[in-house]
């Protein structure tokens, strides 16, 4: 199937920055629209250029034609406050029209490759620290923070009075986002803990902790080693399971959605039909 490429924006996105309230040792998060203008399904793809400091669920997604979705980025707990609150983080939001039907499940990377020639639609939004409700700025001294009693206003209403980033440069239009990578949400940063995890595990040498303990431990461990790779079997076929399921279920909207199309052109044609003059 062949689209005609695009040439305004797909997507209408609402706050054009990120603005989180910054507070030692705690998460902070903001919510971003995204709002499908096109007739088309459209995918999106969020990227940062700090995946580390920042979770955004979803972070992949399907639009539907006029529709709207929203994601949350959540910034995790820092230790240390940036000077006067400045940061150069951004995120970048990029779109392209998908085949109709197409499912969250079925988002692969290759959507928003540049090198197939398909219109990808790419939109950086900024971050903006401000410091919290009715609470002086903060700033850094000596690795503590301060309160600067000469500034009472938020130090972000500065940045947009004197149009510093609103407007960039000419030569930054252009600019190459190899700097931003996917982002990551709760679930993938807790599949990178565990498998840390794992590693330690398998690190150990359970040899010379056989040597250590009372003989009873040691059957006592070799029991629970059995049944936890008892577990891990089950549980690969509940995965396999869930997976085949999620696949049909895929299908079977993609078969909706498509005859509902149909459906809708051949009502279109009938009516065309009727109210064509004899």
Known sequence: MNYQVMTSELLEIQPRELKFTFELKKQSSCSVQL????????????????PKKYCVRPNIGIIRPKATCEFTVTMQA???????LQCKDKFLIQSTVVPFGT???DITSGMFSKESGKYIDEKKLRVVLISPPHSPVLLPNNGELKKDSSYDAPLHKNIAQ???ENIPPPQ???????????AKDMEELKAAKDAEARHVDNAMNFESAKEAVEPKLVKDLEELKSKLQLTSSKLQEADHTITKLT????????????LKHEVELLRRKRMKRIQAPE
């Open 35 to 50: 709002g499908n203008r096109s007739d088309q399904y459209v995918a999106f793809k969020v990227k940062t250029t700090s």
């Open 78 to 84: 820092q230790k240390v406050a940036p000077p006067d």
């Open 103 to 105: 499912t969250d499940e």
């Open 162 to 164: 004197n149009g510093i």
């Open 172 to 182: 930054r239009l252009a600019e190459d986002v190899a700097d931003f990578q996917p």
């Open 247 to 258: 696949k049909e279920r895929s299908a079977a909207i993609r078969e909706k959605d498509i």
